[in-house]
């Protein structure tokens, strides 16, 4: 059995052997943007860990071969074939020798298995048995000098499916500082003014990978003294209102064509695209930024196992400095989700969006103790009832009048392809509009 792989040598490998990080950094390879030289362990090897409490016989020398290259210093990360994140170990900037490296593996694999992990796996349907592939990069600085830093890009706005780069960075420091939430972050549009040449590399790239996506997509970067390094890339997971405008950009763009388009929103995306805002007139007790569409109203809790406790009894609105892997049953529990710190790209930010739960990120104001939380001067107490705007980034107290937005222009050209195809023009809901024209796309195609 073979259990390492050189990116530039996987390049027909699927993700479920080589995991799905290893697969975006093989097609970065292949499409010729920077990526730092690396070797992937398979899910195979994991597995066989799992299994057995140990590494198999042969993968020490393998890797010890492959890394021989890869310089001083590595970065060591999990890589399902479905994406988890945060919720397995990462080591970084570890001396590759023989034994930090078969400690290494064994603590990422064993990562698996955490209950946190098993928790968001519950959650998202993901089968257990998979295992998780392993990276094993060639390190990039963040921290290197004053023309260092990471960050995080999507090549459309998340939210709104606006064809505007969207993201932040964090100059000087490592792409962990960018995830965790604890760090004050910019704007990703900042580095035009900061790192020009880095930033119309980063522009190209994202236009580059949306033509072999034909979809948007999402980055993670660091640039080393003035050269830009792609780590991480995957189709951006668009829902809702930003689902259903990118496929109808797309279309116009002539990226793919209007059935492409149909095809690709679901009913589920048209639940949410007319979004809900808190009204004007609520009692509005701190702003932040809103990360996830919708409003969502609960008792403050301000700790995952107070969310999941409290939950029992109603909806639950968590509300933490910053969120990380061990929150995940909180978060899960929770019906909304509000931190101190963090900005799109945090962990809080990112479990939200995958959950599709409201959530409000750097409320810079915010102090979060163990019988309530203060903002603005105001003192909340745990299980008073607050409400926030995903949107609008807004937290309110009480439960405030709702208003939906107006029509969406773009559902109303998506909804018109769809009566086109179906040839049915009665009156329907949007659902039932969309799912009509899928299922005459669906027939028409070959086998």
Not at 149 to 171: H, K, M, Q, Y
Not at 241 to 248: E, K
Not at 258 to 281: G, M
Not at 313 to 340: K, W
Request: hydrophobic residues 45%.
């Amino acid at each position: 059995m073979v259990w390492v792989r050189h990116l530039s040598a996987a390049l027909d490998e699927p993700p479920e052997v080589v995991g799905g990080k290893a697969h975006g950094l093989v097609l970065l390879h292949r499409l010729g943007l920077p990526v730092p030289a690396g070797v992937v362990v398979t899910t195979e090897a994991c597995r066989a860990f799992l299994r057995d409490g140990r590494l198999p016989a042969g993968l020490r020398e393998e890797l010890a071969t492959a890394v021989d290259t890869l310089g001083a210093s590595v970065s060591v990360r999990s890589g399902a074939a479905v994406s988890m994140p945060g919720m397995m170990d990462t080591i970084l900037n570890l001396h590759p020798t023989p034994e930090a490296l078969d400690e290494a593996l064994k603590s990422v694999f064993a990562s698996w298995d955490t209950p946190r992990a098993r928790t968001y796996r519950t959650l998202h349907g993901i089968p257990h048995d998979l295992g998780t592939a392993v990276v094993v990069q060639q390190m990039v600085f963040g921290d290197r000098d004053d023309h260092s830093g990471s960050g995080v890009a999507f090549s459309r706005d998340p939210d709104t499916g606006a064809n505007v780069p969207f993201g932040e960075v964090l100059f000087g420091h490592q792409g962990s500082d960018v995830v965790s939430g604890r760090s004050l972050t910019h704007p990703v549009r900042d580095l035009a003014d900061r790192e020009p040449l880095v930033w119309q590399g980063l522009l190209a790239a994202l236009r580059r990978l949306e033509q072999h996506y034909r979809d948007a997509c999402y980055v993670e970067f660091t640039y080393e003294s003035g050269e830009l390094w792609l780590l991480q890339v995957r189709p951006g997971r668009f829902t809702g209102a930003a689902a259903v405008r990118l496929a109808t950009d797309l279309a116009d763009e002539h990226l793919i064509d209007r059935a492409e388009a149909l095809l690709r929103v679901s009913p589920q995306h048209l639940q949410h695209v007319r979004t809900s805002r808190i009204a004007p007139d609520a009692d509005v007790i701190a702003r932040g930024l809103g990360v996830c569409p919708g409003v969502a109203s609960g008792r403050v809790a301000v700790t995952a196992d107070e969310a999941v406790r409290m939950a029992a009894d109603g909806p639950v609105v968590l509300v933490r400095p910053e969120t990380s892997p061990a929150d995940i049953r909180g978060l899960a529990a929770a019906t909304g989700i509000v931190t101190a710190r963090g900005g799109p790209a945090s962990h809080a930010a990112v479990v939200a969006r995958s959950m599709g739960k409201p959530a409000v990120v750097g409320v810079v104001d915010l102090v979060v103790g163990a019988e309530s939380v203060t903002v603005g001067g105001r003192v909340v107490g745990v299980g008073e009832l607050i409400s926030i705007d995903g949107t609008g980034g807004e937290v309110a107290l009480g439960r405030p009048r709702v208003v939906t937005a107006a029509e969406d222009l773009h559902l109303h050209r998506l909804l018109g392809w769809a009566d086109e195809v179906s040839g049915d023009r009665s009156e329907r809901g949007e659902s039932e509009r969309l799912v009509a024209a899928q299922a005459v796309l669906r027939s028409r195609r070959p086998g």
